[in-house]
């Protein structure tokens, strides 16, 4: 009778069923707040603006393609010296990439001829007019174009600080694209 007693009075132990339970669906339940509630911004590989239209620079009136990856440059304005000073960050981008520059090429577009751009002297700059574009195209920024004419990547600027900013960025993903691609 004693061993009778000692079952029924001993309640079964749940708490390690509960911890069981907890441990594989709480960590389920907390993903699932954290991603319907906003709290998490996914990680981004890219500095600059992606441009996902598919759009090719030959669309856009800059030219053909030309197997290499191209820096471009907008202004739709005499140079003055935000203009400049994009031109001469193009260089210092350009002379940066070292051993890796003969895969890049730069080019400006403008509508008007580039008498008054002091153009970098050792720097391979090519200069295309275009007619007419939409003015959204020909904000100040520079424009990542793939190998094969796509837009890829803009970098927008409005001054001179974020000039260099925007710079860094341009040279940080063009290194990593370069790196990672097998064309251009």
Do not use: H
């Not at 008498?115 to 990542?144: C, R």
């Amino acid at each position: 009778m004693s061993r009778s007693t000692k079952n029924v009075d001993k309640k079964p132990n749940r708490k390690p069923l509960i911890a069981i339970v907890a441990a594989f669906i709480l960590p389920v339940v907390i993903a699932y707040l954290v991603l319907n509630q906003g709290w998490y911004q996914g990680a981004v590989l890219n500095k600059g603006e992606l441009i996902a239209s598919g759009e090719t620079i030959d669309e856009k009136g800059g030219g053909d393609a030309t197997g290499a990856w191209l820096v471009v440059f907008t202004v739709d304005r005499p140079c003055r010296e935000n203009c400049q000073q994009a031109i001469d960050t193009l260089q210092n981008v350009w002379l940066a990439l070292g051993r890796e520059q003969q895969r890049a090429q730069l080019r400006a577009l403008g509508t008007g001829q580039p008498s008054n751009w002091q153009l970098p002297v050792g720097v391979p700059l090519q200069f295309e007019q275009v007619t007419a574009m939409g003015k959204s195209y020909f904000s100040d920024a520079f424009y990542l174009v793939d190998p094969l004419g796509n837009l890829v990547l803009r970098y927008p600027y409005e001054d001179g600080e974020s000039l260099t900013l925007q710079s860094q960025a341009l040279l940080k993903d063009l290194r990593k694209l370069m790196k990672n691609s097998k064309i251009g």
